[in-house]
């Protein structure tokens, strides 16, 4: 039976929730997740439990912080100016903004604070900090990237 190894490129359907049981995100039953396993497309842990799973097989686990999106690191919230901000944005707590670093590379940061004159954006994962349950079932098994189609797994534990 061939098994999920380092390089395979596998399609898997998932189901992923936090503590409090809210699902953060999921594959559609007819559209599985994609990747090549080791490249590091996805979350270290992830890959890893996908490591010896076989076609079909389905495994549920817990990655802590350290094995998803680490620690919350609160020197990556940054108070900063209104005035440094597009004429005429009105930044809105909750709301993700992207900033553009010197080199022209987009960084992604949650407004956390706004007022007349400040914001506090907050430039850590969203998912840092957090425990991560996830469902997975892998779907398909191949050792090189050509393009199958996908196959409608009606009984996918991702619902």
Same mark, same amino acid.
């Given at each position: 039976m061939k098994k999920v190894d380092q390089g395979a490129f596998v399609k898997v359907c998932f189901r992923g929730t936090?503590?409090?049981?809210v699902v953060f995100d999921k594959t559609d039953k007819c559209k599985p997740l !994609?990747?090549?396993?080791? *490249?590091?497309?996805?979350? $270290?842990? +992830?890959e890893d439990?996908?490591?010896?799973?076989?076609?079909?097989?389905? $495994?549920? +686990?817990?990655?802590?912080?350290e094995q998803a999106y680490g620690e919350r690191d609160e020197r990556l919230e940054r108070?900063? !100016?209104?005035?440094?901000?597009?004429?005429?944005?009105?930044?809105?707590?909750?709301?993700?903004?992207? +900033?553009? *670093?010197?080199?022209?590379?987009?960084?992604?940061?949650?407004? $956390? +604070?706004?007022?007349?004159?400040t914001i506090v954006a907050d430039f850590n994962h969203p998912l840092a900090g957090r425990e991560l349950s996830f469902e997975i079932e892998v779907g398909e098994i191949r050792e090189s990237d050509s393009n199958s189609q996908a196959e409608c797994v009606a009984e996918c534990c991702c619902g």
């Open positions: 936090l503590e409090n049981g !994609e990747i090549q396993v080791g *490249t590091g497309a996805i979350v $270290k842990g +992830f439990a996908l490591i010896g799973m076989g076609l079909n097989e389905r $495994k549920s +686990f817990v990655l802590e912080p108070r900063l !100016e209104r005035s440094r901000l597009q004429l005429g944005f009105e930044p809105v707590r909750g709301q993700v903004i992207l +900033f553009l *670093t010197r080199e022209g590379q987009e960084l992604p940061a949650v407004v $956390k +604070f706004v007022d007349d004159e």
